[in-house]
Protein backbone atom coordinates (compact mmCIF):
# COMPACT_ATOMS: atom_id res chain seq x y z
CA UNK A 1 0.00 0.00 0.00
CA UNK A 2 1.27 3.45 -0.78
CA UNK A 3 2.42 5.57 1.89
CA UNK A 4 0.50 8.68 1.93
CA UNK A 5 3.53 10.65 1.98
CA UNK A 6 6.81 9.27 0.07
CA UNK A 7 10.20 10.91 -0.69
CA UNK A 8 9.60 10.60 -4.38
CA UNK A 9 6.46 13.45 -3.67
CA UNK A 10 8.77 16.14 -2.36
CA UNK A 11 11.59 15.31 -5.39
CA UNK A 12 8.40 15.61 -8.02
CA UNK A 13 7.53 18.91 -6.51
CA UNK A 14 10.50 20.91 -5.32
CA UNK A 15 12.86 18.50 -7.99
CA UNK A 16 12.72 21.19 -10.35
CA UNK A 17 13.43 24.19 -8.77
CA UNK A 18 16.15 22.47 -6.96
CA UNK A 19 17.77 21.14 -10.15
CA UNK A 20 17.54 24.46 -11.14
CA UNK A 21 19.44 26.14 -8.72
CA UNK A 22 22.59 23.92 -8.53
CA UNK A 23 22.80 23.73 -12.39
CA UNK A 24 25.97 22.56 -12.54
CA UNK A 25 26.79 21.53 -9.28
CA UNK A 26 24.75 17.99 -9.39
CA UNK A 27 26.48 15.02 -10.71
CA UNK A 28 25.07 12.71 -13.45
CA UNK A 29 24.56 10.32 -10.85
CA UNK A 30 22.95 12.15 -8.39
CA UNK A 31 20.77 13.94 -11.48
CA UNK A 32 19.97 9.88 -12.26
CA UNK A 33 18.61 8.79 -8.93
CA UNK A 34 15.97 12.50 -8.35
CA UNK A 35 14.53 11.23 -11.70
CA UNK A 36 14.44 7.50 -11.34
CA UNK A 37 12.70 8.28 -7.94
CA UNK A 38 10.44 10.82 -9.25
CA UNK A 39 9.21 8.38 -11.52
CA UNK A 40 9.02 5.21 -10.21
CA UNK A 41 5.93 3.59 -10.46
CA UNK A 42 4.31 6.34 -12.96
CA UNK A 43 3.30 5.96 -16.39
CA UNK A 44 6.80 6.89 -17.62
CA UNK A 45 8.07 3.98 -16.75
CA UNK A 46 5.64 1.49 -18.43
CA UNK A 47 3.76 -1.27 -17.06
CA UNK A 48 0.66 -3.62 -17.35
CA UNK A 49 -2.97 -3.86 -16.58
CA UNK A 50 -4.33 -6.67 -14.49
CA UNK A 51 -7.87 -7.88 -14.79
CA UNK A 52 -9.58 -10.23 -12.63
CA UNK A 53 -10.99 -13.62 -14.36
CA UNK A 54 -13.91 -13.87 -12.01
CA UNK A 55 -15.52 -10.31 -11.21
CA UNK A 56 -13.68 -8.43 -14.29
CA UNK A 57 -12.30 -5.94 -11.18
CA UNK A 58 -8.87 -4.41 -13.40
CA UNK A 59 -5.44 -2.21 -11.85
CA UNK A 60 -3.39 -0.43 -13.48
CA UNK A 61 0.59 -1.54 -12.19
CA UNK A 62 3.38 0.80 -12.91
CA UNK A 63 7.04 -0.80 -12.98
CA UNK A 64 9.63 0.28 -10.66
CA UNK A 65 13.45 2.01 -10.88
CA UNK A 66 14.89 -0.56 -8.61
CA UNK A 67 17.12 2.11 -7.58
CA UNK A 68 18.95 1.42 -4.63
CA UNK A 69 18.33 4.65 -3.57
CA UNK A 70 14.79 4.41 -4.06
CA UNK A 71 12.48 4.47 -0.86
CA UNK A 72 9.87 1.98 -2.61
CA UNK A 73 12.12 -0.47 -4.00
CA UNK A 74 13.93 -1.67 -1.51
CA UNK A 75 11.19 -3.73 0.18
CA UNK A 76 11.47 -6.07 -2.73
CA UNK A 77 15.38 -6.43 -3.17
CA UNK A 78 15.36 -7.05 0.60
CA UNK A 79 12.73 -9.74 0.90
CA UNK A 80 14.51 -11.19 -2.24
CA UNK A 81 17.62 -11.23 -0.99
CA UNK A 82 17.02 -12.31 2.44
CA UNK A 83 15.55 -15.35 0.70
CA UNK A 84 18.79 -16.27 -1.12
CA UNK A 85 20.93 -15.88 2.36
CA UNK A 86 18.31 -17.82 4.51
CA UNK A 87 20.11 -21.47 3.80
CA UNK A 88 23.32 -19.20 5.02
CA UNK A 89 21.91 -19.38 9.00
CA UNK A 90 23.25 -21.61 11.42
CA UNK A 91 21.69 -22.31 14.81
CA UNK A 92 23.61 -19.94 16.62
CA UNK A 93 23.44 -16.84 18.52
CA UNK A 94 24.31 -13.71 15.47
CA UNK A 95 25.97 -10.39 17.40
CA UNK A 96 25.68 -7.10 16.27
CA UNK A 97 28.96 -5.19 16.25
CA UNK A 98 28.79 -1.72 14.60
CA UNK A 99 32.42 0.18 13.49
CA UNK A 100 32.20 3.98 13.10
CA UNK A 101 34.06 6.99 11.65
CA UNK A 102 34.95 9.92 13.83
CA UNK A 103 33.56 12.98 12.34
CA UNK A 104 37.41 14.50 11.12
CA UNK A 105 37.69 11.27 9.45
CA UNK A 106 33.85 11.14 8.04
CA UNK A 107 34.31 14.31 6.44
CA UNK A 108 37.67 13.00 3.95
CA UNK A 109 35.14 10.57 3.71
CA UNK A 110 32.66 12.56 2.07
CA UNK A 111 35.28 14.07 -0.88
CA UNK A 112 36.92 10.40 -1.45
CA UNK A 113 33.98 8.29 -1.01
CA UNK A 114 34.70 5.24 -2.98
CA UNK A 115 38.44 4.93 -1.10
CA UNK A 116 37.60 5.82 2.37
CA UNK A 117 34.14 3.35 2.16
CA UNK A 118 35.83 1.00 0.62
CA UNK A 119 38.69 1.20 3.16
CA UNK A 120 36.14 1.29 5.71
CA UNK A 121 34.82 -2.35 4.73
CA UNK A 122 38.36 -3.73 4.57
CA UNK A 123 39.73 -2.51 7.77
CA UNK A 124 36.84 -3.49 9.58
CA UNK A 125 36.41 -6.46 8.33
CA UNK A 126 40.37 -6.91 8.95
CA UNK A 127 40.04 -6.23 12.23
CA UNK A 128 37.14 -8.47 13.06
CA UNK A 129 38.82 -11.52 11.84
CA UNK A 130 42.48 -10.74 13.32
CA UNK A 131 41.17 -10.17 16.99
CA UNK A 132 38.90 -13.62 16.39
CA UNK A 133 42.17 -15.27 14.67
CA UNK A 134 43.50 -14.53 18.37
CA UNK A 135 43.91 -17.60 20.38
CA UNK A 136 43.55 -15.00 23.38
CA UNK A 137 39.96 -14.27 22.67
CA UNK A 138 38.09 -16.69 20.53
CA UNK A 139 41.02 -18.71 18.29
CA UNK A 140 38.64 -19.08 15.05
CA UNK A 141 38.01 -18.23 12.09
CA UNK A 142 34.03 -16.50 11.89
CA UNK A 143 31.43 -15.44 8.94
CA UNK A 144 30.67 -11.54 8.37
CA UNK A 145 28.14 -9.68 7.09
CA UNK A 146 28.83 -6.48 6.65
CA UNK A 147 26.43 -3.30 5.16
CA UNK A 148 27.69 0.26 4.74
CA UNK A 149 24.92 3.09 5.65
CA UNK A 150 26.06 6.81 5.98
CA UNK A 151 23.66 8.76 7.53
CA UNK A 152 22.61 9.43 10.69
CA UNK A 153 19.12 9.61 11.53
CA UNK A 154 18.87 13.47 10.86
CA UNK A 155 20.37 12.91 7.49
CA UNK A 156 23.77 14.01 8.40
CA UNK A 157 27.04 12.69 6.63
CA UNK A 158 27.84 9.98 9.20
CA UNK A 159 29.53 6.50 7.31
CA UNK A 160 29.01 3.51 9.42
CA UNK A 161 29.84 -0.29 8.99
CA UNK A 162 26.32 -2.78 10.60
CA UNK A 163 28.32 -6.19 11.12
CA UNK A 164 26.20 -9.69 11.35
CA UNK A 165 28.46 -12.10 13.29
CA UNK A 166 27.54 -15.82 14.08
CA UNK A 167 28.70 -16.25 17.31
CA UNK A 168 31.72 -18.63 16.99
CA UNK A 169 33.50 -19.93 14.62
CA UNK A 170 35.94 -22.76 13.27
CA UNK A 171 38.72 -24.00 14.95
CA UNK A 172 42.19 -22.92 12.87
CA UNK A 173 43.12 -26.61 12.21
CA UNK A 174 39.31 -27.00 10.99
CA UNK A 175 38.14 -29.76 13.07
CA UNK A 176 36.24 -28.35 15.89
CA UNK A 177 33.48 -25.43 16.34
CA UNK A 178 33.99 -23.04 18.68
CA UNK A 179 31.13 -21.08 20.28
CA UNK A 180 31.44 -17.76 21.17
CA UNK A 181 30.43 -16.90 25.41
CA UNK A 182 26.86 -16.76 25.74
CA UNK A 183 26.68 -12.36 25.58
CA UNK A 184 29.86 -11.90 24.65
CA UNK A 185 31.92 -12.19 21.29
CA UNK A 186 35.05 -10.05 21.10
CA UNK A 187 36.20 -7.54 23.43
CA UNK A 188 34.87 -3.81 22.14
CA UNK A 189 37.91 -2.29 23.54
CA UNK A 190 40.53 -4.79 21.93
CA UNK A 191 39.17 -4.09 18.36
CA UNK A 192 38.20 -0.41 18.70
CA UNK A 193 42.30 0.16 19.17
CA UNK A 194 43.12 -2.37 16.40
CA UNK A 195 40.71 -0.41 13.93
CA UNK A 196 41.97 3.00 14.65
CA UNK A 197 45.66 1.83 14.24
CA UNK A 198 44.95 -0.09 10.72
CA UNK A 199 42.64 2.79 9.76
CA UNK A 200 44.64 5.50 10.55
CA UNK A 201 47.56 4.21 9.07
CA UNK A 202 46.40 2.98 5.91
CA UNK A 203 44.51 6.77 5.15
CA UNK A 204 48.01 8.22 5.88
CA UNK A 205 49.24 5.67 2.97
CA UNK A 206 46.38 6.85 0.61
CA UNK A 207 47.21 10.44 1.48
CA UNK A 208 51.14 9.80 1.14
CA UNK A 209 50.24 8.67 -2.56
CA UNK A 210 48.02 11.42 -3.66
CA UNK A 211 45.49 9.22 -3.54
CA UNK A 212 43.08 11.53 -1.63
CA UNK A 213 41.06 14.34 -2.79
CA UNK A 214 40.29 17.94 -0.93
CA UNK A 215 38.24 20.54 -1.92
CA UNK A 216 36.98 23.76 -0.45
CA UNK A 217 37.79 24.35 2.81
CA UNK A 218 39.54 21.02 3.13
CA UNK A 219 41.79 22.26 0.38
CA UNK A 220 44.80 22.28 2.48
CA UNK A 221 44.34 18.97 3.76
CA UNK A 222 46.56 18.27 0.61
CA UNK A 223 49.83 19.17 3.34
CA UNK A 224 50.85 16.48 5.33
CA UNK A 225 51.25 18.50 8.40
CA UNK A 226 47.92 19.82 7.90
CA UNK A 227 46.27 16.23 7.60
CA UNK A 228 47.59 14.81 10.46
CA UNK A 229 47.08 17.66 12.70
CA UNK A 230 43.48 17.13 11.64
CA UNK A 231 43.15 13.65 12.45
CA UNK A 232 44.90 14.33 15.34
CA UNK A 233 41.07 14.77 18.15
CA UNK A 234 40.63 11.69 15.93
CA UNK A 235 43.36 9.44 18.05
CA UNK A 236 41.15 10.14 21.59
CA UNK A 237 37.81 8.66 20.22
CA UNK A 238 36.03 5.61 19.93
CA UNK A 239 35.60 4.20 16.77
CA UNK A 240 33.98 0.94 17.72
CA UNK A 241 30.71 1.89 18.97
CA UNK A 242 28.55 -1.20 19.71
CA UNK A 243 28.85 -4.89 20.04
CA UNK A 244 25.53 -5.91 21.11
CA UNK A 245 23.95 -9.43 22.68
CA UNK A 246 23.35 -12.29 20.12
CA UNK A 247 19.27 -12.29 18.50
CA UNK A 248 17.59 -14.73 20.99
CA UNK A 249 16.62 -16.96 18.41
CA UNK A 250 18.93 -17.98 14.51
CA UNK A 251 15.10 -17.56 13.27
CA UNK A 252 14.77 -14.09 13.86
CA UNK A 253 18.10 -12.93 11.95
CA UNK A 254 16.74 -12.74 8.55
CA UNK A 255 13.82 -10.01 9.84
CA UNK A 256 16.88 -8.31 11.70
CA UNK A 257 19.16 -8.07 9.22
CA UNK A 258 16.30 -6.82 7.21
CA UNK A 259 16.47 -3.65 9.10
CA UNK A 260 20.10 -3.40 7.63
CA UNK A 261 20.57 -4.38 4.25
CA UNK A 262 18.24 -2.60 1.74
CA UNK A 263 17.99 0.46 3.91
CA UNK A 264 18.00 4.10 2.30
CA UNK A 265 18.86 7.44 4.23
CA UNK A 266 15.02 8.03 4.97
CA UNK A 267 12.11 5.49 4.50
CA UNK A 268 8.63 6.94 3.58
CA UNK A 269 7.32 6.05 6.71
CA UNK A 270 8.99 8.34 8.71
CA UNK A 271 7.78 11.53 6.85
CA UNK A 272 5.02 13.39 8.11
CA UNK A 273 4.06 16.60 6.34
CA UNK A 274 5.13 18.05 3.40
CA UNK A 275 4.05 21.82 3.07
CA UNK A 276 5.33 25.80 2.71
CA UNK A 277 7.53 25.31 6.08
CA UNK A 278 9.39 22.08 4.09
CA UNK A 279 9.76 18.38 5.13
CA UNK A 280 8.42 17.07 8.67
CA UNK A 281 9.78 13.65 9.64
CA UNK A 282 10.92 11.65 12.42
CA UNK A 283 14.30 11.04 14.17
CA UNK A 284 16.38 9.76 16.71
CA UNK A 285 18.84 11.53 18.60
CA UNK A 286 21.25 8.85 20.20
CA UNK A 287 22.30 11.61 22.60
CA UNK A 288 19.27 11.00 24.49
CA UNK A 289 17.57 8.03 25.98
CA UNK A 290 13.60 7.19 26.40
CA UNK A 291 10.75 8.63 25.09
CA UNK A 292 13.12 11.81 24.48
CA UNK A 293 15.07 10.03 21.89
CA UNK A 294 12.25 10.13 19.32
CA UNK A 295 12.34 13.40 17.84
CA UNK A 296 10.61 15.83 14.58
CA UNK A 297 12.58 18.21 12.45
CA UNK A 298 11.74 20.10 9.66
CA UNK A 299 13.93 20.86 7.01
CA UNK A 300 13.18 23.44 3.73
CA UNK A 301 12.83 20.97 0.94
CA UNK A 302 15.49 22.32 -0.42
CA UNK A 303 17.35 21.12 2.20
CA UNK A 304 15.78 17.98 2.69
CA UNK A 305 17.13 16.72 -1.08
CA UNK A 306 20.24 18.38 -0.16
CA UNK A 307 20.90 15.82 2.33
CA UNK A 308 19.40 13.14 0.60
CA UNK A 309 21.75 12.99 -2.29
CA UNK A 310 24.73 13.53 0.51
CA UNK A 311 24.05 9.39 0.81
CA UNK A 312 24.14 8.70 -3.32
CA UNK A 313 26.91 5.95 -3.48
CA UNK A 314 29.75 5.29 -5.92
CA UNK A 315 28.13 4.01 -9.38
CA UNK A 316 29.37 -0.02 -9.03
CA UNK A 317 29.71 0.30 -5.09
CA UNK A 318 28.95 -2.74 -3.16
CA UNK A 319 27.31 -1.62 0.21
CA UNK A 320 26.83 -5.22 1.31
CA UNK A 321 29.86 -7.23 1.56
CA UNK A 322 30.99 -10.88 3.11
CA UNK A 323 34.36 -11.92 4.81
CA UNK A 324 35.81 -14.95 6.60
CA UNK A 325 33.51 -18.02 6.27
CA UNK A 326 30.77 -16.28 4.52
CA UNK A 327 33.12 -14.99 1.76
CA UNK A 328 31.23 -15.61 -1.63
CA UNK A 329 34.31 -17.67 -2.93
CA UNK A 330 34.40 -20.62 -0.53
CA UNK A 331 31.16 -20.19 1.36
CA UNK A 332 29.37 -23.32 0.35
CA UNK A 333 32.40 -25.23 1.43
CA UNK A 334 32.88 -23.21 4.77
CA UNK A 335 28.87 -23.62 5.79
CA UNK A 336 28.78 -27.11 5.45
CA UNK A 337 31.66 -28.04 7.23
CA UNK A 338 30.10 -25.68 10.05
CA UNK A 339 27.28 -27.54 10.06
CA UNK A 340 28.94 -30.72 10.31
CA UNK A 341 30.78 -29.36 13.19
CA UNK A 342 27.93 -28.53 14.61
CA UNK A 343 26.13 -31.93 13.98
CA UNK A 344 22.96 -30.03 12.61
CA UNK A 345 21.47 -31.26 9.30
CA UNK A 346 22.92 -29.80 5.71
CA UNK A 347 20.84 -27.07 4.30
CA UNK A 348 18.96 -28.06 1.70
CA UNK A 349 19.34 -27.83 -2.12
CA UNK A 350 16.27 -26.36 -3.65
CA UNK A 351 15.16 -28.53 -6.95
CA UNK A 352 14.37 -26.71 -9.81
CA UNK A 353 10.50 -26.79 -10.30
CA UNK A 354 8.17 -26.48 -13.33
CA UNK A 355 5.33 -25.15 -10.99
CA UNK A 356 3.60 -22.28 -12.03
CA UNK A 357 4.46 -18.91 -9.62
CA UNK A 358 1.39 -17.80 -7.64
CA UNK A 359 -1.09 -15.67 -9.41
CA UNK A 360 -1.89 -12.04 -7.49
CA UNK A 361 -5.69 -12.61 -6.14
CA UNK A 362 -8.37 -9.93 -6.65
CA UNK A 363 -9.12 -7.57 -4.15
CA UNK A 364 -12.68 -7.51 -4.55
CA UNK A 365 -13.48 -11.29 -4.66
CA UNK A 366 -10.11 -12.88 -4.54
CA UNK A 367 -10.11 -14.55 -7.86
CA UNK A 368 -7.03 -14.56 -9.76
CA UNK A 369 -5.80 -11.25 -11.79
CA UNK A 370 -3.91 -11.86 -15.12
CA UNK A 371 -1.70 -9.34 -16.98
CA UNK A 372 -4.30 -8.54 -20.30
CA UNK A 373 -1.89 -5.63 -21.39
CA UNK A 374 1.75 -3.84 -21.04
CA UNK A 375 2.00 -0.57 -22.24
CA UNK A 376 5.88 0.97 -22.97
CA UNK A 377 7.46 3.85 -21.18
CA UNK A 378 5.79 7.20 -21.25
CA UNK A 379 2.60 5.67 -22.66
CA UNK A 380 -0.86 5.05 -20.87
CA UNK A 381 -2.66 2.02 -21.22
CA UNK A 382 -5.85 1.67 -23.32
CA UNK A 383 -8.83 3.40 -21.44
CA UNK A 384 -10.73 1.49 -20.66
CA UNK A 385 -8.45 -1.72 -20.83
CA UNK A 386 -9.98 -4.71 -22.97
CA UNK A 387 -12.82 -6.64 -22.46
CA UNK A 388 -12.47 -10.17 -23.68
CA UNK A 389 -11.50 -11.97 -20.24
CA UNK A 390 -10.24 -15.54 -20.26
CA UNK A 391 -13.59 -16.37 -18.56
CA UNK A 392 -16.23 -14.76 -20.51
CA UNK A 393 -17.34 -11.93 -18.31
CA UNK A 394 -16.40 -8.11 -19.40
CA UNK A 395 -13.83 -5.14 -17.76
CA UNK A 396 -15.88 -2.56 -16.47
Known amino acids: MRASLEVADVFRAAGPTYRAAHAGHLSLHQLKIMSAIEHCRTAALGGHVEACTDCGHWRIAYNSCRNRHCPRCQGAAARSWLEAREADLLPVGYFHVVFT ?28 LTIAADPRHLGARIGITAVLHTWGSALTHHPHIHMIVPGGGISRDGTRWISARPAFLLPVRVLGALFRRLFLTRL ?139 DVAPSPTEEPTDEPQPQPTCPCCGGTMIIIEVFERRYQPRAPPPTALPSGRHAP
Open 101 to 128: LPAEVAAIAFHNKALVYDLLFKTAADTM
Open 204 to 342: RALHDRRQLAFFGSMTHLADRRAFLRHLSPARQTRWVRSAQPPLPRPDAVPAYLSRYTHRVAISNGRLLRFDEDGVTFRHKDYRKSGAGRQQVMTLAADEFIRRFLLHALPRGFHRIRHYGLLASARRKDHLERARRLL
